[in-house]
């Protein structure tokens, strides 16, 4: 039995967000049948799906150019801006790179979208691994730990121009100069201003998380894996003196997890198993060699995807790894024990999106939230439903 760690908050229900198939070819580098579709229509039903079956975020993916597959793109952030359009409830993350935006022009159009859909938009800061991405563009490939140097200043700005009028920063990448942007972001209860999630897993990610993000997003990891990469956040954020009076609130935590729910252990190992036999091969090497170069810079080699095995880099987010795999009780199950080292919100990927996302939320949801009470009262608590949305409350009876 994992033991309940002081950073877990037993008393708030875990957060489900689902990975938008914004991008050709699903979630995993496979020629497996994956009934998911990339286009607007299938996204627009799937987002609807997704805030009835008790799912708070959807997070987009930023790619430019094809790789491992992915040939076809849509961009990022007017993506999830049409699904705000077409949603009620769900917030909507979306991806941006630094260095491809000025931050400026970014909390702009977030305000504009967060106008739009009532309080509803949020960003994840990804620092980028795709050079060429960057190169063919004619923009600059930093090394990899500057690429967090600007990354921090990327989101320093950010909240400034969200917070502040007349805000000025100066800095290696970015001057603003007593800028106030009209109208500020919606007042929204408990959330100080759109928020700023962040992917990376280097040490480099971890420190400039730890300092400036809400939220930090992890690849799949089993618990030591996560529990290495937690402490390496918070760290950082205790020496920054986070969640002391006045300052930031302490980072939460969020980790990818590629469900595979059957009605047996068997048939969940079974799929996987197909999964990886038909993986596509040279997509899955062509990947490896673009983002072992992007974190083979790092000073002490532990970049994104420096010990992920063949195996792991079919779900390109090490989504495997998590090992949501099996009946929905060994899931829901699986699910809580991360809650109990910290984890505050889970990024989830599939096979077929909308029949499993719609699953999940009747097969899988409801035993978390049972069990989640459990633990609370366990620990002499109460799990506090009372944020839950309430589809997502009914998608729990
Ligand atoms: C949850 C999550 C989502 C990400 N989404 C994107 C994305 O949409 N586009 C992108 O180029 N990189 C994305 N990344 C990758 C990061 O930008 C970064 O390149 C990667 O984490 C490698 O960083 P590291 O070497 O510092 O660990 C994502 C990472 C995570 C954890």
Known sequence: MTEVSPVARLAEPLKFAYWVPNVSGGLVVSTIEQRTSWDFDYNKKLARIAENSGFDYALTQTRYAASY??????????????????????????????????????????????????????????????????????????????????????????????????????????????????????????????????????????????????????????????????SGVLASSTDAGRGSEGALPAPRFGLNGFVIARDSEKEARDTLREIVEKAHRPAVEGFRDAVQEAGASTKDGKGMWADSSFEDLVQYNDGFRTQLIGTPEQIAERIVEFKKIGVNLFLTGYLHFQEEVAAFGTDILPIVRDLEADLARRNGTELDLSGVSAAASLAAL
Not at 110 to 127: L, M, Q
């Open 69 to 230: 597959g992915a040939d076809k793109q849509h961009e990022a952030t007017s993506f999830s801006l049409a699904l705000l359009g077409a949603t009620e409830r769900l917030k909507v993350i979306s991806a941006v790179h630094p260095g491809m935006w000025h931050p400026g022009v970014l909390a702009k159009f977030i305000i504009t979208a967060d106008h739009i859909s009532n309080g509803r938009a949020a960003v994840n800061i990804v620092s980028g691994w795709l050079k060429s991405e960057f190169e063919n563009f004619g923009l600059e490939w930093l090394e990899h730990d500057e690429r967090y140097v600007r990354t921090e200043e990327f989101i320093r700005v950010l909240r400034g121009l969200w917070t502040e009028t007349e805000y000025s920063q100066a800095g290696k990448y970015y001057n603003i100069n007593e800028f106030s942007l009209n109208p500020a972001p919606v007042d929204v209860p408990g959330r100080a201003h759109p928020e700023v999630f962040f992917g990376g897993n280097s040490t480099a990610a971890q420190s400039t998380a730890g300092r400036v993000a809400d939220w930090y997003f992890s690849n799949g990891k089993d618990l030591d894996g996560f529990r290495e990469n937690i």
